[in-house]
């Protein structure tokens, strides 16, 4: 049974930048398509971020592009969302999973991380 652990959430003000980063405990890292998620406080899990096995596809919220970056390193089997530009709504548990598919909708995604906190306030 794979473990994803997020990390790198935390409280930053409008306009600022964090980097959330997803360990992967298997070895079958690079096999997989990996996702961002988030959920904020009564709404429902919704699409962020993909990218596909080989990092040379990637997928974005319209919400978030041109704002958010994912990337992978399978050697380090980690994925990254780098966030600038960040706004109030943009406050929520980010989640990582992975997935042998490719889509937006989270039962697609079999393996989830417990996700991390990311408060985007002044």
């Known amino acids: 049974q794979v473990q994803l652990v997020e990390s790198g959430g935390g409280l930053v003000q409008p306009g600022g930048s964090l980097r959330l980063s997803c360990a992967a405990s298997?070895?079958?890292?690079?096999?997989?398509?990996m996702g961002w998620f988030r959920q904020a406080p009564g709404k429902e899990r919704e699409f962020v971020a993909a990218i596909r096995w080989s990092g040379g596809g990637t997928d974005y919220a319209d919400s978030v592009k041109g704002r958010f970056a994912i990337s992978r390193d399978n050697a380090k089997k980690t994925v990254y969302l780098q966030m600038s530009s960040l706004k109030s709504e943009d406050t929520a548990v980010y989640y990582c999973?992975?997935?042998?598919?490719?889509?937006?909708?989270?039962?697609?995604?079999?393996?989830w991380g417990p996700g991390t906190q990311v408060t985007v306030s002044s």
């Open positions: 298997d070895r079958l890292f690079s096999g997989y398509n």
């Open positions: 999973a992975r997935t042998t598919g490719w889509g937006k909708v989270p039962t697609e995604y079999p393996s």
